[in-house]
């Protein structure tokens, strides 16, 4: 680099200053002189072109009035005379020096009267058209028109002036006309002659555009400035006045002025070359320049001059300098004496001297302290200078691998220390720039986050003295003032054990983590109130499908408002106290429906974190389970209660209906009472019914199961419910649809009760859609019946629907919100689908119909039992029977109606009598032909096991059990139990006598 004195620079320095300083003086004066120049020849420009403006419209002001008095003095009655009319003309001298081109009588019709001087050729023409003629016929007003061609013999551009000629009465008689000639010497038409500076000109136009004076004659007339050519000419139009710049539609670079005229629409401008109005400022900038270059020279000498006297003492002082570092000697202390600041330079340059003379033996001393530190550091550490000679090998690195710092210093092989085959250490990288390379050596191998071009790694080594271990690397270079790498401090821990740790950290993290996130349990965690982590199962729970979903929500939003209050409690104990007893809580999932959950939280990191972990469960299940539970037990205490009712009041019935077959039985069916007994009897009949429905809640209820084909018990039931009714049936039934094992009885009063409900649903008539499909249900589903096959039978009707709050009661017992109702239907349907081991679910939108659903145990289909049919039964018999019961109503209307039929009756109260009466009588030789036992003796033997010691005395005795519990397990599985029929009470005498007479005529079964 070439060397450049100080006082050059500064010389430079200087001039340049004050070059800048002199140059934006002149600027700012140019700039100043040339925009006042502008603004006095615009406005000078501007003033001149009113002036002008002024005169004309003066001119024509003045050919005005003189046209006016001449036409003030016309008779009105020339016009009709030509001859009078020319020698007027002619007569107006004066008149006629304003108007160099001809005065001009028209008629008022537009036709040329006369003109002077004289044009015989035109006489007469019709100049009607002409728009002055027009507006000067329709105002009555002196009119000025545009400019035109004459049809005169000349055809020159000329202005046409009119004045009217009235009579006495005002009307209208004549047109005074005046021409004037543009190309002639007269005031319009010297405007063309007008000159501004050597090239500036003024031109005349109308608002229309059209030339009316030019210095180019050609142009007159003509419109050859188009909008958008000349800014200036077409702002001039729209009403501007006033100099500005433009360039002309001949590409003129002009400053031009405007003027309106007040007598007339048209504009005077003036058009003044730019380069003709600037010429001087454009030599007013030339002589400033010139007058610049000169005095920068003189400036720049003088610079020069004063800066070398300036700088000679800092001179001797830099070759002072410069000759000790050139020969190598020691420095030495410089003498200036000039007694300003480069002097004090020099004593502070001493100064100096002294300083880093102490700074050197304090270096050394820092140096041999850093050494010492190294050495003696409890890290392993070891130095490379820049040829990989090892230079420090500290204590620590010596226990670490075993070998003496003697023994390593100046050896290159530094992976001694380290592996058991050569390769390149940390250090060794860095001082070779092969860092790419060498990764593969190391479990990681990065840059040093803190030390520019370090480098960190990890991996495992085998030291000198056999053991392996896991460290931890650390390298850094050491620079010297140019940044070149003298050496590297390398330094190695020993991080087994931490790394043993990690791993046994991580896979318990890891067992955490699979903990929580497959646990069945749903965990959240939320801090400060908003959801931060959940697992997938609290996910699912709160109906996402993904947890990421929901991070960032606030936790309480999905929180039932009911439960909102407990919530907030939970939360302030868990960060108070740490932890919460379970509680259970109602949770909100995405889609608006509502889950039970037991809740626990507790807290997760410190207070002021504000972060909790609480843990749901989902209890639905559960709750359902309990509701199932509760109703059952409601159920089994109405059935104790109905089944001891219905066994009373069957006791009654079968007195009050045995006693109406009786009557109606001994009289003859065309007696007047005889009608009124069948009434009674229906009556009774109608009360069994309901004994019916109160003994599906009995104890013992079980159905009498066979297999059943259920499409046809389907059709059939719809089709008995249906018939009359104002309701259709819509039946979709599943193809190889399974059969059922069922009461048949029980499940036709399920289907009944179900359908006898849609038909009251529709008052107004509609649709009943009865469908059946199979369906086969896994264990644990949401139906909670067992896993196997079954028959899913769907109700749906189209009537009022049941409202939300009454949907859960509806297998109620004694529930209804009908007037009629006794609440024991659907109670009746939900027991005996329970009892086949089924599951009911029903559905309902108020206003939109209601779904009972049924699913009852199936199996593929057999051969289903067929309904034996009934013969006529036999009333009359032989015989002798014994009947047990302890009810004495009971006891004698039976007799009753076996004496009726001829049998030979005895009665007993408990089942201990009625084996010593069969015992007695077996050993007469005079044996009971059948047996009627009573099931229930409160108190005493009942039947069943009166029958059991029965068939011990008698194996083959014909044995009837009877009982109010129709639905008692032995009554539905009879021959179980050793019995050979059964009747249920209340009883009529056509049911107990067929029963007896199909047991005699049958005898015993073997």
Known sequence: MSFVSLKTKMSVAVSVLMTAILLSLAMVF???????????????????????????????????????????????????????????????????????????????????????????????????????IKKTVATGKPQISAPFFSTQAHHHPIIMFTAPIFDAEGNLKGILGGALDLLKDNFLGKLSDVKIGEHGYLFLYSRDRTIIVHPDKTRILRKDVPVGVNRLFDLAINGFEGTGNTVNSRGLHAVSSFKH?????????????????????????????????????????????????????????????????????EPKPVRIGSGDEIDTLGQAFNEMLADMERQNKEIQEQKDFTEKILLNSAIPSFVLDAGHRVIIWNKACEKLTGIKAEAMLGSRETWKGFYQ???????????????????????????????????????????????????????????????????????????????????????????????????????FIHTMGRLTFMNAAAAKLLGAERPEDLYGRQALDFVHPECRELARARIENAWALGSNP?????????????????????????????????????????????????????????????????????????????????????????????????????????????????????????????????????????????????????????????????????????LHNVLINAVQAMPGGGEVAISARNETFEADNACLVSAGDYLRIAIEDQGCGIPAEYLGKIFDPYFTTKEEGTGLGLASVYSIIKRHGGAVEAYSTAGAGSSVVLYLPAAPCGNPEAETGATAPDLTGNGRILIMDDEDLIREIATEILQFAGYQVECCKNGSEAVELYRTAMQQGVPFTVVILDLT??????????????????????????????????????????????????????????????????????
């Open 30 to 132: 140019l700039w100043y002189f040339e925009r006042q120049f502008k603004e006095t020849v615009s406005e000078q420009q501007f003033n001149m072109v009113s002036v002008l403006a002024g005169e004309i419209d003066k001119k024509i002001q003045s050919a005005q009035e003189a046209l006016l008095a001449v036409a003030g003095k016309a008779p009105p009655e020339m016009v009709l005379d030509s001859r009078k009319a020319q020698a007027f003309l002619d007569d107006r001298v004066g008149t006629r020096t304003f108007f160099d081109s001809g005065l001009i009588i028209f008629s008022p019709a537009g036709r040329l009267v006369v003109a002077s001087p004289a044009e015989p050729l035109l006489q007469g023409k019709d100049y009607a058209f002409r728009e002055y």
């Open 261 to 329: 005229l007040k007598s007339a629409n048209w504009i005077l401008a003036a058009n003044f070359p730019q380069s003709e109005v600037y010429a001087p400022v454009k030599r007013a900038k030339l002589y400033l320049l010139v007058a610049l270059a000169v005095t920068l020279l003189l400036s720049y000498g003088i610079v020069w001059w004063v800066m070398g006297r300036l700088t000679a003492p800092l001179l001797r002082f830099t070759g002072h300098v410069r000759g000790f570092t050139a020969r190598g000697d």
């Open 421 to 523: 085959e050569a390769r390149p250490v940390l250090a060794d990288c860095i001082l070779d720039a092969n860092i790419q390379n060498r990764s593969f050596d190391y479990v990681t191998f990065k840059k040093s986050p803190l030390t520019p071009d370090g480098l960190q790694a990890e991996g495992w080594c085998e030291s000198a003295n056999g053991k392996r271990r896991f460290i931890f690397i650390d390298a850094v270079p050491v620079r010297d003032a140019k940044g070149k790498i003298v050496a590297v401090i390398q330094t190695v821990q020993d991080i087994t054990e931490r790394k043993q740790m990690e791993k046994a950290l991580k896979e318990s993290e890891e067992r955490y983590r699979m903990l929580v996130e497959h646990s069945p349990e749903a965990i």
């Open 582 to 750: 379970l509680i259970e809580e109602l949770l909100v999932r995405i889609d608006g429906s509502i889950v039970p959950v037991e809740m626990i939280s507790v807290n997760f990191n410190s207070r002021s974190e504000g972060s909790v972990l609480s843990i749901a469960r989902d209890i639905s299940d559960r709750k359902r389970m309990q509701e199932e539970l509760l109703k059952a037990q409601k159920l089994e205490s109405l059935g104790i209660l109905a089944g001891g009712i219905a066994h009373d009041f069957n006791n009654i019935l079968t007195g009050i209906l045995g006693n109406l077959s009786l009557a109606n039985a001994r009289l003859d069916p065309s007696h007047a009472v005889s009608r009124y007994l069948v009434d009674c009897e229906k009556a009774a009949v109608r009360a069994s019914k309901l004994t019916q429905q109160l003994l599906t809640f009995a104890r013992g209820g079980e159905p009498v199961k066979k297999l059943i084909d259920a499409a046809q018990i389907i059709s059939e039931t719809a089709s008995f419910v249906l018939r009359g009714s104002n309701v259709k049936a819509s039946i979709d039934l599943s193809d190889n649809l399974w059969c059922i094992e069922a009461d048949s009885g029980q499940i036709n009063q399920a």
């Open 937 to 1006: 003796i409160p108190g005493a033997m009942g039947g069943k096991e009166a029958a059991g010691i029965l068939l011990g005395i008698n194996p083959n005795a014909l044995l009837i059990v009877s009982s109010g519990y129709s639905n008692d397990p032995v009554v539905a599985d009879y021959r179980r139990y050793g019995f050979s029929g059964s009747v249920s009470k209340p009883f009529d005498v056509n049911g107990l006598l067929t029963e007896i007479g199909r047991l005699v005529r049958q005898g015993p079964q073997s």
